[in-house]
Protein backbone atom coordinates (compact mmCIF):
# COMPACT_ATOMS: atom_id res chain seq x y z
CA UNK A 1 0.00 0.00 0.00
CA UNK A 2 1.13 3.15 -0.71
CA UNK A 3 -1.31 5.97 0.16
CA UNK A 4 -3.60 6.36 3.12
CA UNK A 5 -6.80 5.92 1.61
CA UNK A 6 -5.83 2.45 -0.28
CA UNK A 7 -5.26 1.26 3.44
CA UNK A 8 -8.62 2.50 4.41
CA UNK A 9 -10.43 0.71 1.19
CA UNK A 10 -8.30 -2.47 1.95
CA UNK A 11 -9.68 -2.32 5.42
CA UNK A 12 -13.36 -1.85 4.96
CA UNK A 13 -15.54 -4.49 6.03
CA UNK A 14 -12.69 -6.36 8.57
CA UNK A 15 -11.56 -5.79 11.54
CA UNK A 16 -8.20 -6.05 10.96
CA UNK A 17 -6.32 -6.19 7.87
CA UNK A 18 -2.49 -7.30 7.45
CA UNK A 19 -0.34 -5.87 4.78
CA UNK A 20 2.65 -4.33 3.58
CA UNK A 21 3.05 -0.52 3.03
CA UNK A 22 5.17 1.94 2.18
CA UNK A 23 3.52 5.55 2.85
CA UNK A 24 5.30 9.13 2.27
CA UNK A 25 4.07 11.78 4.00
CA UNK A 26 3.93 14.59 6.87
CA UNK A 27 3.96 14.17 10.26
CA UNK A 28 0.81 16.14 11.87
CA UNK A 29 1.36 15.01 15.79
CA UNK A 30 3.63 12.80 17.68
CA UNK A 31 3.59 11.25 21.04
CA UNK A 32 6.74 9.24 21.65
CA UNK A 33 6.43 8.26 24.72
CA UNK A 34 3.02 6.48 23.21
CA UNK A 35 4.92 5.18 20.09
CA UNK A 36 2.20 6.92 18.06
CA UNK A 37 2.23 9.60 15.06
CA UNK A 38 -0.33 11.03 12.85
CA UNK A 39 0.89 10.96 9.39
CA UNK A 40 -0.89 12.96 6.73
CA UNK A 41 -0.27 12.39 2.43
CA UNK A 42 -2.39 13.76 0.17
CA UNK A 43 -5.13 11.15 0.41
CA UNK A 44 -5.80 11.17 3.72
CA UNK A 45 -5.35 11.29 7.49
CA UNK A 46 -4.07 7.89 9.25
CA UNK A 47 -2.29 7.58 13.31
CA UNK A 48 0.46 5.35 13.02
CA UNK A 49 1.44 3.40 15.62
CA UNK A 50 5.67 1.83 15.52
CA UNK A 51 8.42 1.91 17.28
CA UNK A 52 9.97 6.18 17.97
CA UNK A 53 12.49 5.12 20.57
CA UNK A 54 15.84 7.33 19.35
CA UNK A 55 13.74 8.56 16.24
CA UNK A 56 13.49 12.73 16.41
CA UNK A 57 10.43 13.11 14.82
CA UNK A 58 8.48 16.55 14.71
CA UNK A 59 5.36 17.70 12.92
CA UNK A 60 6.02 18.93 9.55
CA UNK A 61 8.54 16.77 8.83
CA UNK A 62 8.05 14.57 5.89
CA UNK A 63 8.86 10.98 6.76
CA UNK A 64 9.20 7.36 4.59
CA UNK A 65 7.02 4.74 6.90
CA UNK A 66 7.51 1.03 5.17
CA UNK A 67 6.97 -2.28 6.93
CA UNK A 68 4.46 -4.64 7.48
CA UNK A 69 1.65 -4.02 9.54
CA UNK A 70 -1.74 -4.12 10.24
CA UNK A 71 -4.49 -1.51 9.58
CA UNK A 72 -7.44 -1.47 12.11
CA UNK A 73 -10.13 0.97 13.59
CA UNK A 74 -7.79 2.66 15.46
CA UNK A 75 -5.15 2.83 12.33
CA UNK A 76 -1.69 1.14 11.17
CA UNK A 77 0.42 -0.44 13.37
CA UNK A 78 3.37 -1.72 12.87
CA UNK A 79 4.68 -3.29 15.51
CA UNK A 80 5.40 -7.09 15.70
CA UNK A 81 2.56 -9.17 15.83
CA UNK A 82 1.60 -12.54 15.22
CA UNK A 83 -0.22 -13.29 12.08
CA UNK A 84 -1.21 -16.41 14.09
CA UNK A 85 -0.89 -17.10 17.95
CA UNK A 86 -1.80 -20.65 19.32
CA UNK A 87 -0.79 -20.01 22.86
CA UNK A 88 -1.88 -21.58 26.08
CA UNK A 89 -1.61 -25.14 27.32
CA UNK A 90 -3.68 -27.58 24.31
CA UNK A 91 -3.81 -30.67 22.10
CA UNK A 92 -3.16 -30.79 18.88
CA UNK A 93 -5.19 -28.07 16.95
CA UNK A 94 -5.00 -26.50 13.58
CA UNK A 95 -5.28 -22.46 13.11
CA UNK A 96 -5.07 -20.31 10.26
CA UNK A 97 -3.76 -16.87 9.33
CA UNK A 98 -4.14 -14.86 6.45
CA UNK A 99 -1.80 -12.26 4.66
CA UNK A 100 -1.47 -11.08 1.36
CA UNK A 101 2.13 -10.61 -0.61
CA UNK A 102 3.11 -9.61 -4.12
CA UNK A 103 5.21 -11.58 -6.12
CA UNK A 104 8.68 -11.27 -4.75
CA UNK A 105 10.53 -12.26 -1.58
CA UNK A 106 9.02 -11.81 2.10
CA UNK A 107 10.84 -12.61 5.00
CA UNK A 108 8.30 -14.58 6.92
CA UNK A 109 9.29 -15.47 11.04
CA UNK A 110 7.88 -18.99 12.08
CA UNK A 111 8.11 -20.31 15.43
CA UNK A 112 7.10 -22.91 17.31
CA UNK A 113 7.20 -24.48 21.25
CA UNK A 114 5.92 -27.71 22.01
CA UNK A 115 6.44 -29.06 25.66
CA UNK A 116 4.63 -32.12 25.81
CA UNK A 117 2.74 -33.96 24.49
CA UNK A 118 1.95 -36.10 20.85
CA UNK A 119 4.26 -33.22 18.59
CA UNK A 120 3.15 -31.89 15.52
CA UNK A 121 3.30 -28.75 13.27
CA UNK A 122 3.27 -28.27 9.37
CA UNK A 123 3.38 -25.12 8.24
CA UNK A 124 1.38 -24.42 5.19
CA UNK A 125 1.03 -21.89 2.61
CA UNK A 126 -1.69 -21.15 -0.51
CA UNK A 127 -0.43 -19.82 -3.58
CA UNK A 128 -2.50 -17.43 -5.78
CA UNK A 129 -4.60 -20.23 -7.12
CA UNK A 130 -4.88 -22.18 -3.57
CA UNK A 131 -2.66 -24.86 -4.53
CA UNK A 132 -1.31 -26.09 -1.07
CA UNK A 133 2.74 -25.79 -0.68
CA UNK A 134 4.88 -26.72 2.38
CA UNK A 135 7.17 -24.27 3.47
CA UNK A 136 10.95 -24.55 2.44
CA UNK A 137 13.24 -26.00 4.92
CA UNK A 138 13.98 -23.90 7.67
CA UNK A 139 17.36 -21.72 8.11
CA UNK A 140 17.99 -22.71 11.70
CA UNK A 141 16.91 -25.14 14.17
CA UNK A 142 17.92 -24.93 17.88
CA UNK A 143 16.97 -26.62 21.01
CA UNK A 144 16.24 -23.78 23.38
CA UNK A 145 16.19 -25.06 27.29
CA UNK A 146 13.57 -24.33 29.20
CA UNK A 147 12.90 -25.21 32.64
CA UNK A 148 15.76 -27.80 32.49
CA UNK A 149 14.34 -29.41 29.31
CA UNK A 150 15.58 -28.77 26.17
CA UNK A 151 12.75 -27.55 23.65
CA UNK A 152 13.03 -27.88 19.50
CA UNK A 153 12.49 -24.48 18.54
CA UNK A 154 12.34 -23.21 15.06
CA UNK A 155 13.05 -20.03 12.88
CA UNK A 156 12.15 -19.74 9.55
CA UNK A 157 13.76 -15.61 8.08
Not at 42 to 62: A, H
Request: glycine content about 8%.
Amino acid sequence: MTNISQLYRLSQDKQRTICSVRLEGVVCDVTPNRDNMALRDGSGDLDVNMDLRGRSIQPGQKVLVEGTGIMNERGLSLQPVPLVDNDNVHGMSEVAGTISLKAGRHPIRLTWFQCDGPFGWKPIMRDRICRIREFPPPRCFENKLIQGREIPTLFQD
